[in-house]
């Protein structure tokens, strides 16, 4: 299984040490060492670094942590493929431009297409878009042009957060019928998140407290970094630190963030939470 | 003015000589320390790396020389801003998607807006596209999304080069009414540039020789890097090398390359080809 890492801040922010955390995932602490993308929103623009080694070791990750790029909007992806042979066009996140804005998108999970073999689960194979189509060869790409395409046949120009996120809720729910769908999606003003098997958040705001990370030996004290209207939300599979509470999602939930505020969230009547075994149990079946 | 590179080879090669004489260009041997971008077609996918920072002394730009990028196309710029503030959204190159493809650009010169004051020359102002709007405040990105716009609203998918290269060519002579337009172009297939004042190629093939950097006390021998077959073209504003053979287009010279070669050619009636001093004039008349 792929792992995802978002952040949504009101103040532009670095990932470093989340990223340090996350990146041991890429191949040390555990095995999704097919590659690894991350961007950041720039204002209005995306700086996207990708590589196809593990995320572990690769030299552009290493620049995360050598020039710490402060964002309001990012997104990570580390990966283990399941469709799609190990290349760049492959990688997570994917990027386009709707109505004059970057959006940027990473999926975690696996969209039943005919070279899998489950007749219970539909086969996603949307036809080819007028406006997006896919470059690589994944799933992933393919429920991003589908999404984005369907945005563009219902907006002539991007509508308000409410209409955007009822949108977002009805394209997802219709695209997780074919197979899992565990994603993030970012225009650099908001950050919409699909959960179906296992993703969590924490928004960090004053006071700061300390933070130790889940995957190494490192602290990290916010009350140093940090101003007290600064507002941070982080999301990702797994939770990155073991000191702070984090929340899970309910498989079936979504949600917007704004300004590390959620500021809109729809759960399913029947919310279930997945320990971690049974999540990823879940993603192992849609395999 | 802004610098171009470009490459276009029949194998995976890496620009690493070239782009350092280019890089001092950026900050170091001449003035154009508002950015920099470049971006590398890898198979059909696209490494693009760039910053806000002069080319000569930026981090991102190291890491063109500390991992060197084999690729088949290549265009790289550097800038001197004259429209759009210095930002990572005006920064060349620009990349948009069509039909599955990514596309990538890069401008040299000054196309008119507004804030212009030149009654001669037509304001370029294209009406907001239907499938793709600039996301930055630059003519360059403007003009790139009003020229794939146009493709796209003649041709349902990609044609072929010659019916390609037919419809670049009316798209650029129209977009040059509105100011200076030297361009380059590539879809990880085939690279296409328009001159307009000053751009230089060189084909680098069997019997390969020695060269020697314009801006850099560096000689390279091409002898011991590469084999009979190869066959590179490299596209610059002024040559990079004092050494070799290269060729100028002519002011409103336009062609397609391929495999290192030259597949499609328009030269205008009365071909002009203008000294560095006048060619550099003509683009700072055009600011």
């Not at 073999?117 to 896919?134: A, C, I, L, T």
Request: aromatic share 10%; proline share 5%; net charge negative.
């Amino acid at each position: 299984m792929c792992q995802l890492l978002a952040m949504n801040a009101n103040t532009p922010t670095d990932i470093v040490f989340s990223f340090d955390g996350f990146r041991r995932r890429g191949g040390l602490t555990d095995c999704h060492s097919d590659g690894f993308g991350i961007a950041f929103f720039e204002d209005n623009a995306v700086r996207l670094l990708q590589d196809t080694t593990a995320c572990a070791t690769s030299p552009f990750a290493d620049m995360v942590k050598a020039y710490p790029i402060r964002s309001t909007n990012i997104i990570a992806h580390i990966r283990k493929a399941t469709q799609g042979e190990v290349s760049l066009a492959n990688t997570h996140p994917f990027m386009r431009e709707a109505w004059g804005k970057y959006w940027i998108f990473a999926h975690n999970g696996n969209l039943k297409r005919s070279s899998t073999n489950d007749s219970e689960v539909k086969d996603f194979h949307p036809k080819k878009g007028q406006y997006y189509r896919p470059v690589g060869k994944t799933d992933s790409e393919t429920a991003f042009c589908y999404l984005l395409e369907q945005l563009r046949q219902r907006f002539d120009e991007c509508p308000d957060d409410k209409t955007l996120f009822t949108a977002l809720c009805e394209i997802c729910m219709e695209i997780r019928q074919y197979g899992l769908l565990n994603c993030v999606l970012s225009n650099g003003e908001m950050l919409f998140i699909h959960c179906d098997s296992l993703l969590h958040y924490i928004i960090r705001q004053a006071p700061f407290g300390k933070a130790k990370l889940a995957d190494d030996d490192i602290e990290i004290d916010f009350g140093t970094q940090t101003t007290p209207q600064d507002k941070v939300a982080v999301i990702a599979t797994l939770p990155l630190t073991n000191n702070e509470n984090w929340q899970q999602f309910a498989v079936g939930e979504m949600a917007m963030f704004q300004n590390g505020n959620i500021i809109h969230q729809r759960q399913p009547e029947n919310p279930f939470y997945p320990d971690i075994e049974t999540g990823l149990n879940r993603a192992k079946q849609a395999l």
